[in-house]
């Protein structure tokens, strides 16, 4: 069978990449291991089966690596197409769609997100990252509005492809939060989103998978930042 073989996931919890495959293995009901790895000294493990990126999320499924966070995705929804809730839709043109808005959030979240916490080297580069991802999210309040058609998520009335892409990114928006002393998803500014973001950390898929203390994120930003710092000397 497709489906058959052991599921293990190599991780880090603060990694939106990681976020978004674990929440749709919980959306599939399906039983996984997770491991954490440490990025300042790789597994073997890991670094074997990422010889290319040496980086995760990692989905080994019956010992064979899945890399990528989005094609790991989307492998789980094809293999497990009967099992759970469809993550992508059924319909060739609302899959193009939503292909179209998870590499958006990537492209225009995810880089303003890499600015913000690791690369900035000035408050103005980071104020720069910051207003590229407001403008980026308000972009998705439209998208949201066209694609959930009043309906709770990006998929309709369950999660889907752009919600879990968007949806990992929450833990360190709300570091970002605490950082600037704003919100990146503003109630004022962005109102369906900050509804979506509601029900989205309340679903029973990203409950325990999405951090909800900024405190701890910003601890372990330090940790990572350190790393890198003595990587480079």
Known sequence: MAGSGELKLLGVWTSPYVIRVRVVLNLKSLPYEYVEENLGSKSALLLGSNPVHKSVPVLLHGGRPVNESQVIVQYIDEVWAGTGPSVLPADPYERAVAR??????????????????????????????????????????????????????????????????????????????????????????????????????????????????????????????????????
């Open 100 to 233: 179209f808005w998870a590499a958006y959030v990537d492209d225009k979240v995810g880089s303003a997100w890499q600015v913000m916490l690791f690369t900035c080297k000035t408050e103005e580069e980071r104020a720069e990252a910051v207003s590229r991802a407001v403008a980026a999210l308000e972009t998705l309040e439209g998208a949201l509005a066209d694609c959930s058609e009043g309906k709770a998520f990006f998929g309709g009335e369950s999660i889907g492809f752009v919600d879990v892409v968007l949806g990992g990114y929450l833990g360190w928006f709300g570091a970002v939060d605490k950082m600037i002393g704003r919100r990146l998803i503003d109630p004022a500014r962005t109102p369906l989103l900050a509804k979506w973001e509601e029900r989205f950390r309340a679903a029973e898929a990203a409950k325990g998978v999405v951090p909800d203390d900024a405190d701890k994120m910003l601890e372990f930003l330090r940790t990572l930042l350190a790393w890198s710092a003595s990587k480079s000397k």
